[in-house]
């Protein structure tokens, strides 16, 4: 298993500097740039005039050619493609991604700004999820074709085909002070006042902000989960080792609970790899709805800014999460099922 292992994180370098290439190579050779957002700014800003005297103008961008000259070194667009990659690649190794060009200060700070709000709808929206979905699948799965079996499935499959972004708006609409009832707030994961409450208080009004959020981000995962861990166990059942266990007279709950679970988790925990994607899940239409300053909409804001340092750090630090993610499953394979080896 640690040869695996070893293999595994050794296959990542080669993986994440692929990913990082194809990445850096396409953001920079898309249309617009840092420079022209730049531009755009001052000359929006009333500066696009005055910056035109003074040497030979470049044309369509009315300024002249000192100022962009001044503007590539300052981006450090003065250098060839390669050579920013390499640069890029050496700073690296301290996490220094370099400086947003937006926010003028260190990428790595401006994502650990926005970590905190999507970390906490990540991790609580994968516990409850799994947390709810095993238990209903495996009562699913041995009330099967029962009234509580369709009744269940017809809802389950009704909320899997609502979109989240359109359940937002609805709850907010009924639920958050829109034409009906205001039972729920909106906006941020917290109130005003939040820093004077108790810490029961300070509870409570967390767990109000994030009812509705969480609702909509756990949507779409429940039902998979549910139908799969329902499923997997009903396949079980119908193995040879099963019909044995009810042979030598042991009850329905031991063959489900002690001898089919087991096996039927199997599938369950390739979900789990996706644990540490979680730390910068983030959705931007979700965020947008009710207004959470999170990893989402700092990746729609660099994109649309061309800001390429944290579009190239938040990329970086997904993939990384990822594929040591697909590592963690391999390992809770052997957990759940020590018969599976990887050497």
Excluded at 71 to 93: A, C, E, M, S, T
Aim: glycine share 10%; proline share 3%; net charge neutral.
């Amino acid at each position: 298993m640690f040869i695996y292992l070893l293999k595994r994180l050794i296959l990542m370098i080669p993986t994440i500097f692929g990913i990082t290439l194809l990445t850096f190579v396409i953001i920079n050779l898309a249309p617009g740039s840092p420079i022209e957002q730049k531009l755009q700014a001052l000359r929006f800003g009333g500066g696009g005039a005055s910056m035109s005297g003074g040497g030979s103008s470049s044309g369509t961008l009315g300024v002249s050619e000192e100022v962009m000259e001044a503007l590539k070194v300052q981006y450090g667009f003065d250098k060839p493609l390669h050579q920013r990659y390499i640069i890029w690649l050496k700073n690296l190794v301290t996490l220094d991604f370099g400086d947003s060009f937006s926010y003028e200060e260190p990428v790595i700070d401006v994502i650990l700004s926005k970590f905190p709000v999507s970390l906490q709808f990540g991790i609580i929206a994968f516990i409850l999820s799994y947390l709810i979905s095993i238990p209903l699948g495996i009562y699913k799965a041995v009330h099967n074709g029962s009234k509580f079996d369709i009744a269940s499935s017809v809802m389950l499959f009704i909320a899997y085909s609502i979109v989240p972004f359109m359940l937002g708006i609805l709850l907010i609409v009924f639920l958050a002070g829109g034409s009906f009832l205001d039972l729920f707030p909106i906006g941020g994961v917290s109130s005003d006042n939040y820093e004077t409450l108790t810490t029961w208080g300070k509870f409570l009004d967390r767990a109000h902000h994030f009812v509705l959020p969480l609702i909509c981000y756990t949507i779409g995962s429940f039902t998979t989960l549910v139908m799969l861990m329902k499923n997997s166990i009903l396949d079980e059942i119908k193995k040879d080792y099963i019909r044995t266990a009810r042979a030598k007279g042991l009850d329905e709950k031991t063959v489900y609970l002690k001898h089919a679970l087991r096996n039927a988790l199997i599938p369950i925990v390739t979900g789990l790899g996706g644990f540490l994607s979680i730390f910068f899940a983030g959705s931007i239409l979700l965020e947008q709805v009710f207004q959470l300053d999170g990893i989402g909409l700092l990746s729609y804001a660099s994109v649309m800014a061309r800001d390429y340092n944290v579009i190239m750090g938040l990329i970086f630090l997904q993939s990384v999460a990822m594929l040591l993610g697909n590592v963690l499953s391999d390992i809770a394979y052997v957990f759940v099922d020590p018969r599976i080896d990887f050497d």
